[in-house]
């Protein structure tokens, strides 16, 4: 596989010259035809994503493939705008000349998708990287192998290697991949393969996106309403059975409301998760990607018990079928690791706090949050968290629907990320921005140019004009 890897990559090099002269008509063309075979293929990558995380259909279609379609659709309607040069303003020092921003290709990409997502997670980076005119190598999860599976199948009938080439293998592949001197990398994943990532690429000084994760908090305050705060709590945290970069990952809440909060939110879960009976309905709660995971998520619970938490409701795992159920975890102690990494299952930790500052104290004490939600009716108190606090992102009253905004920039900030993605801003991205200067006939910076010998004149001339 290296050679036919290294094949491709040389490839990619000689034609991206070509690429970066292509325009927006062309560019269109490719995305509609992208759209065009997903379409042509949507029954098997909904097969693909039961196989591999037992999503249903219904939730694969809002959360994987209507997205990706928007997804187009919004670079389709707008590339036109997006690719147009920028003028802007004069200076001093060139008062005749015309300045332009051109955005142009960086060249042959590499994107490195997980597997929680797998579809929509790979195929959003790659509608940015076409529409800003790149060539793009594709390295999907191993983990969702069935995905990863269709995805290259709809790659290779698209494009041609030569523009875009997909490589299914483990991490042996992407540590390969990472040694190539690409022009830019994005890869989406976990905050300790990011650093991975981030040190091979400084190797060959490749500009990268990292889009990461971290403990994503959700505060809920004493004005809260409790209702709306649980059921979009509940949907937000096990939509992919809680696998999600972005899901609430603890509740911050005042110790007023705990009680009336769990009894909520376990209704609303009952309500969305559970059938008539009482059981959990598998049809339409995702399984854990894989047994080592699943091991994972279960010594976080236990270890978290040990130490003296409490678990109100849920705390069972089915080894048989991958499912951990809905679990909530109370009276957390300050060493339990449950609240040192990113849980990425359905296990919802809630603290208690007096007084906001509490709240806001704890948020900063951890890494940069990827999201961070609150639930308030208080605007002055909105205002508080959001001006002391620092996250990739964050929704007032809501969970996770920021992300489908492709007019909104996503993206982490530190541990959670470096770089945005989505509409304009994963455009922007995958290009470079070239200052271009065209300067005049009647251009005067010969003024500045020696011998200084009496020119003393032009300096406070100079002064005056700034």
């Known amino acids: 596989m290296i ?10 090099q ?15 063309n490719k995305l509609s035809a992208l759209k065009s075979s997903i379409q042509a293929h949507e029954k098997e990558i909904y097969a693909a994503l039961q196989s591999d995380l037992r999503k249903s259909e219904f939730e694969s279609a809002i959360t994987e493939i ?10 389709i309607k707008n590339l036109s705008d997006w690719m147009r040069p920028v003028k802007v303003g004069k200076t001093i020092t060139a008062l005749t000349a015309k300045n332009r921003i051109y955005y142009e290709p960086k060249g042959v990409c590499l994107i490195i998708s997980p597997w929680n997502y797998p579809f929509q997670l790979l195929m959003a980076p790659l509608i940015s990287a076409i529409a800003a005119g790149n060539c793009a190598i594709l390295k999907p999860s191993e983990l969702s192998s069935e995905t990863s599976s269709i995805i290259c199948r709809i790659i290779e009938k698209c494009f041609e290697e030569s523009e875009v080439s997909c490589f299914e293998g483990d991490a042996e592949l992407s540590t390969y991949l990472l040694s190539l001197p690409f022009d830019h990398i994005f890869f989406t994943g976990s905050t300790a393969v990011g650093k991975i990532v981030m040190e091979a690429a400084a190797k060959n000084l490749t500009s990268l996106t990292l889009e990461l994760g971290g403990k994503s908090p959700t505060l809920i305050d004493e004005t809260a309403n409790l209702d709306t705060a649980a059921s979009k709590i509940a949907w937000g945290k096990l939509t992919n059975a809680g696998q999600t970069c972005i899901a609430p990952d603890y509740i911050l809440i005042h110790e007023s409301l705990e009680q009336a909060f769990i009894e909520k939110y376990k209704s609303a879960v009952h309500q969305m998760f559970y059938t008539k009976s009482g059981e959990l309905n598998l049809d339409s709660y995702a399984k854990i990607i894989n047994k080592k995971h699943f091991n994972r998520i279960e010594a976080l619970i236990s270890d978290a018990v040990d130490k003296g938490a409490k678990i109100p409701f849920g705390g069972n795992g089915d080894d048989a079928t991958q499912t951990i159920t809905p679990t ?5 102690p300050e060493n339990a690791n449950i609240m040192k990494e990113e849980i990425f299952g359905p296990v919802l930790p809630i603290i208690t706090f007096k007084k906001i500052e509490e709240a806001i104290s704890l948020i900063n004490k951890m890494d940069k949050p990827l999201a961070l939600y609150i639930f308030s009716q208080d605007k002055k108190r909105i205002q508080q968290v ?7 992102g964050t929704c007032v009253n809501d969970v996770l629907i920021h992300i489908s ?6 993206g982490g900030v530190n541990r959670s990320g470096l770089g945005s993605c989505h509409g304009q801003y994963g455009f922007k991205t995958f290009s470079h921005e070239r200052a271009i200067v065209f300067q005049s006939k009647l251009e005067m910076s010969n003024l500045i140019y020696p011998p200084y010998e009496k020119k003393g004149w032009v300096l406070k001339w100079l002064k005056k004009l700034m």
Request: overall charge positive.
């Open 3 to 12: 050679q036919t890897i290294n094949s491709v990559f040389k490839a990619q």
């Open 405 to 410: 905004n492709p007019k909104l920039p996503f």
């Open 328 to 332: 909530i975890l109370t009276a957390l």
């Open 14 to 28: 000689a034609h991206k010259y070509t690429l970066r002269n292509s325009n927006a008509t062309q560019r269109i």
């Open 386 to 392: 959001i001006k002391n606090t620092s996250a990739g």
């Open 66 to 75: 209507i997205f990706i379609y928007a997804e187009i659709d919004f670079a």
